[in-house]
């Protein structure tokens, strides 16, 4: 069983387990998160790669579902890692900065790999819309603590990475991609850290966030839900109908409408 394109598009929670700890990997699907990550790359030591890969190939036979993060293109590991993945699982590729390696990776699994790339280097941020328009690719992640690394600047300073953010939302929309996900919060059980992070994100146009931890699961999944005032206010104006109107003082045309109705749509 794979996780379905529609689920991947609208995932707000996404969490990180390591490969190489079997033992947590149904507890990681237990936790509430939208979608899991098995991790092959950073949470694995290069002395344990071969058998992380078994662990996650063994458990996905099994019946399970999840992501998984393979090691980079251009690493001993990521071929090996693309053909565990050829069934069908969906794959997200680090370090991606280059729509013509990702072109290659959706050929050498057949197309049949939905793709999620992880934009962690300053050129993919300036290539994000070939990025983002790469076969197989149906949404980007932003790796905020590598970019932050390139860039010298603090990977939990928002205002540093401010134009990175805004490049990967504003290209995910020229593209047709549903909004990306905003990377991790190192802060692992501070709720107000958390929370702080996760409306910073949405002010920018993210709809989901790479989660490290258990904990982080509710504060992302309810900072990502759109508030009571939003739905009321959507409501209103969906009620006004199709014409352009005034509601609450406001003028209400077709660009409105639409984002009324994508509110009451992810309420649920």
């Known amino acids: 069983m794979s996780l379905s394109v529609s689920r991947l598009a609208a995932a707000r929670s996404l969490l990180f387990v390591p490969g190489d700890r079997p033992e ?8 509430g998160a939208d979608v899991v990550i098995v991790d092959l790359e950073d949470a694995v030591a290069p002395a344990d790669k071969e058998r992380a890969r078994a662990h996650v190939a063994a458990w996905l036979a099994a019946g399970n579902s999840a992501m998984v993060r393979i090691n980079a293109p251009g690493t001993p590991w990521c071929d090996d890692d693309g053909a565990m993945a050829a069934c069908g699982v969906p794959v997200m590729v680090p370090k991606a900065e280059d729509p013509e390696v990702l072109a290659d990776f959706a050929r050498r699994t057949g197309g049949k790999c939905p793709v999620v790339p992880l934009v962690e280097t300053a050129a993919g941020i300036e290539r994000a819309v070939e990025v983002c328009a790469a076969p197989g690719v149906v949404r980007v992640a932003l790796g905020n603590v590598d970019l932050a690394g390139q860039l010298g600047v603090a ?114």
């Open 24 to 31: 947590r990997f149904d507890k990681a699907v237990a936790s």
């Open 155 to 268: 990977h939990d300073d928002h205002e540093a990475l401010a134009y990175s953010r805004s490049r990967l939302v504003s290209a995910s929309a020229a593209t047709g991609l549903c909004a990306p996900v905003d990377g991790v919060t190192t802060s692992v059980k501070d709720v107000d850290v958390i929370a702080a992070d996760v409306a910073h994100a949405r002010r920018f146009g993210f709809a989901g966030k790479l989660c490290v931890h258990p904990a982080q699961i509710a504060v992302v999944a309810e900072g990502f839900a759109p508030t009571a005032q939003e739905r009321e206010w959507a409501r209103s104006v969906v009620a006004a109908g199709d014409s352009v109107t005034v509601v609450d003082g406001h003028m209400v045309d077709k660009p409105v409408l639409e984002r009324a109705r994508r509110i009451l749509a992810a309420g649920g």
